[in-house]
């Protein structure tokens, strides 16, 4: 199995060239449930160790449905497809890159939640135009154990976040254990008061906001993944969801730049539309590095070849 790596502003994507499990025909949608449904051994194999790290997302790439995308494709991490993903789109636009199949301007990719447009400025930055993005819920509060109440609003970025405006913990690489901790207990608070997205949806993202450390940028963050992992890049998603807040609150114009930190100093730069729906267009921009190009070998007699599981 072919697979390319790259980090978007730290956090790692492994886009998958060939190898992939065939997941029939179909919408991408139906194809990532499917994916997610009968081959999570594939998906754990790619992205947990002894080949990756629970921070890892593949992207593997499928044959797009709508004949005006570049290529289909389904992230993911070791539990289940992401409807769309941020870091992993910029990480893939530069991979492509890299690989010749595409050049500068403007391509479409599509994803299991929508179409997003991304235009590739140089050998590593990118911007995407992400599907519409809206909040669902203001000022939630749960009890979190161990620690009291925590207030946050619930939005959509392509994936749900329940997003906290002052963090109680420091935003501070030296802190991601304890962040880490209090993320995870704030999921399990949601779960427990049943506080959901859009038809239920599991909340599988937390995000915490606080003041930057540049004083040129906005906000700083730390963001929980699905996976337990910590997203080392601002999110592209957990972007989308939070300038979709900023938007509602009235504090941010359309048009206007929000740079986000993320808990190691990496940024993104984030503006918006507004949508049709009644949500906003966010467009994220960010840099991508490619960090090795690998064939993966799954010999049938490792007892780990489908990923060391949590
Ligand atoms: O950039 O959207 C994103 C993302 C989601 C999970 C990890 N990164």
Redesign the pocket.
């Known amino acids: 199995m072919r697979v390319i790596d790259s980090h978007?502003a730290g956090?790692p994507t492994r886009v998958v060239l060939d190898g992939g499990p065939d997941l029939g025909s179909g919408s991408l949608a139906e194809r990532a449930a499917r994916l997610e449904a009968e081959h999570l051994d594939f998906c754990a194999s790619v992205v947990l160790e002894p080949r990756g790290h629970d921070a890892v997302?593949g992207a593997l790439l499928v044959p797009p449905s709508d004949p005006d995308c570049v290529t289909g494709v389904i992230?993911f991490?070791n539990l289940q497809n992401?409807g769309?993903?941020?870091?992993?789109?910029i990480g893939l636009a530069v991979t492509l890159a890299h690989l010749g199949r595409i050049a500068p301007g403007r391509h479409k990719f599509e994803t299991p939640v929508g179409v997003v447009e991304v235009t590739l400025h140089d050998a590593n930055t990118a911007s995407v135009v992400n599907v519409e993005s809206y909040r669902l819920h203001k000022d939630v509060t749960v009890e979190v154990e161990g620690h009291g109440p925590v207030t946050g609003d619930v939005a959509w970025?392509?994936?749900w976040f329940f997003l906290v405006k002052d963090s109680p913990v420091a935003l501070r690489p030296s802190e991601i254990r304890p962040l880490t901790d209090l993320t995870l207990r704030i999921r399990a608070a949601l779960e427990k008061a049943g506080v959901t997205g859009s038809e239920g949806a599991w909340i599988d993202?937390i995000e915490l906001f606080g003041p930057p450390e540049d004083p040129a940028n906005q906000s700083r963050n730390f963001?929980l993944?699905?996976g337990g992992a910590y997203?080392r890049?601002p999110?592209?998603?957990?972007c989308?969801a939070k300038i979709a807040c900023l938007a509602a609150d009235g504090v941010l114009a359309p048009g206007r730049d929000w740079v986000q930190e993320s808990v190691i100093g990496s940024t993104y730069r984030v503006s918006y539309q507004p949508g049709t729906g009644g949500g906003v267009v966010p467009t994220v921009t960010g840099q991508a590095f490619v960090t090795s190009e690998a064939t993966l070998i799954f010999d049938r007699s490792d007892p780990y070849r489908s990923g060391i599981r949590p």
């Open positions: 978007t956090e997302i992230s991490n992401l769309m993903c941020g870091h992993a789109t970025g392509g994936n993202h963001v993944c699905p997203d890049s999110c592209g998603t957990g989308s």
